[in-house]
């Protein structure tokens, strides 16, 4: 197997860790809540590092602020978990706060992943597509939380959420397509 193989197969399994957070809220498991949301953000700061090669010809500033933002993600993320564990209720308020901006923070950088994925093919165009749609719908949604224009409609995020399931699991099957890759990304290719 070669290491863009491996890279994919980590990247998809990265990105079902970073969901472990669902599982996270329940304030009597106080470390099992700090360990999985800070494995959460260790896990969407690694995606970021990993994808960043494949992502940098096709938009390096582009794929410089989504490395950066998904490191701010991932920081937030880590902070969540050590708030989550000391549990004073100041803090917990805290905690939730972390995790409104960490909602903005993350439709962001998911718009520009796959806008930069559609470019580089690296993944089937549908998926990439079904990406950037789920991404705007999500910044819609927390623009009109912000605004409370409407309520909060939590089914909205529901398309993201399967979007990312989806693309791990594709990853972990099939892999980049790398045969469409530009020049400056043939250095990934063989390695």
């Known amino acids: 197997m070669n290491r863009n193989r491996k890279i994919a197969i980590t990247v998809g399994i990265l990105i079902l860790i970073a969901y472990c ?17 800070v494995i959460s953000g260790l896990a969407v700061i690694g ?25 701010v993600e991932g920081i937030l993320m880590v902070i969540a ?10 803090l917990l308020e805290l905690r939730d706060q972390i995790y409104l ?23 089937p165009g549908w998926l990439s597509v079904w990406g950037v749609i789920a991404a705007i719908l999500l910044i819609i949604v927390n623009l009109l939380e912000v605004t409370k224009i409407i309520p909060v409609l939590e089914f909205l995020y529901f398309p993201i959420v399967l979007n990312e399931v989806v693309l791990a699991i594709w990853l972990m099957v099939k892999g980049f397509n790398l045969s469409v890759t530009k020049g400056e990304n043939n250095q990934i290719n063989e390695n």
């Open 21 to 37: 957070i669902v599982g996270s809220n329940n304030p009597n498991a106080k470390i099992l809540g700090m360990v999985l949301e």
């Open 47 to 71: 995606i970021a590092v990993l994808i960043f090669p494949f992502l940098k010809p096709y938009g390096k500033k582009i794929s410089l602020l989504y490395l950066a933002l998904k490191g």
């Open 81 to 90: 978990g050590v708030l989550f564990i000391i549990h004073t209720p100041s």
């Open 101 to 123: 901006v960490h909602g903005y923070i993350f439709a962001i950088p998911a718009l520009m992943f796959y806008y930069l994925l559609y470019k580089s093919k690296l993944i």
